[in-house]
Every structure is written in C-alpha cells, then in structure tokens.
C-alpha cells in the first residue's frame, strides 16, 4: 500500500483525505484514503474521488472480504480504459470472484460508472495500478479545468 500511497501523494495538485479517529469523518472511513484533484486544497463539491483505498468492508459492499490486512484500491478509469482491461463494457460488467487477490477486476459496486479495482495489489498488477492512478489523476485533472472554463449558472 505504501508505493501507492506514495505514487498518489506525489502528484501534482492532488489532495487525500485519511479519516482518521477523532475528525470530522464517520468511524467506517477511519483508515482509508481517498483521492482527488483538487490543488487548492479544499474538497471538491459534486466530484467524487478518483481513487480510493478501503481496509474494511462497507454495509453495501462486502463482497472482497475486506479487513485483517486485506484492503482495495479501486480506480476511475472510464469506460473506454475499462473495456481495454476487462474486455466487457461497465454497465454489463461481472466477476466470479471480487475477492480475488492481485487482479484487475470490476469494481463490485461502481462498475457501471467506470470503476476498477484491485486486492491486495502485487506483482501482477502493482505497475499497472500507479499507471491507472496516474492516468485517473490527470483525468480529473482534465475535468476539473473544464469545469473552471465553464462554471455551471
């Protein structure tokens, strides 16, 4: 997890957030980190993260069997990034096993919008991952400007 943390952090303009006991975020986010672009500093409003780590399951999602060192990154990677990897479309996505170790799967819950994750990233897929980290940054990067350019009324 540290060299994703590490690759994530070193980005230009990218701010994460790490719920952590005694902050403002409730107690099922403490030991997460989640991240955005965002190089003012303050949290995007109506902008989901483009990444995030999870080191527990969640009520809605459960199914990697997260926890007792077992966590996730999952990765916005867009529909035609997320074809390439997985050879199926977002909305019609599926895997036999979400708690599969070191592989690039759907997101168990946000597929359809374009999600990714993996387990345990490891040999298999740790470049793989700080690429698409890399790629969902400047993503976001992207849309961020757009939206300067044309602020909505």
């Known amino acids: 997890m540290e060299q994703i943390l590490a690759t994530a952090r070193s980005l230009d303009g990218v701010l994460e957030l790490a719920p952590a006991e005694g902050g403002p975020y409730p107690e099922i986010a403490w030991g997460d980190h989640f991240f955005y672009y965002a190089p003012d ?4 409003q109506n902008t989901q993260p483009y990444a995030t780590i999870v080191t527990k399951d969640y009520p809605d999602d459960t199914q990697s069997r997260l926890g007792d060192g077992r966590w996730r990154v999952n990765i ?9 990897l997985l050879d199926m479309e977002p909305k019609d996505a599926s895997a036999p096993d979400h708690a599969a170790d070191d592989v690039v799967l759907p997101h168990p819950v946000y597929a359809a919008l374009g999600w990714v994750s993996v387990v345990n990233p490891g040999e298999r897929t740790l470049p793989l991952v700080l690429d698409l980290i890399r790629s969902a940054h400047e993503d976001a990067r992207t849309r961020a400007d757009r939206r300067s350019q044309h602020p909505s009324p």
Do not use: A, E, L, M
């Not at 500093?41 to 995007?44: E, L, N």
């Open 76 to 84: 916005h990677v867009g529909r035609k990034t997320f074809v390439d």
């Open 41 to 44: 500093g303050d949290v995007p």
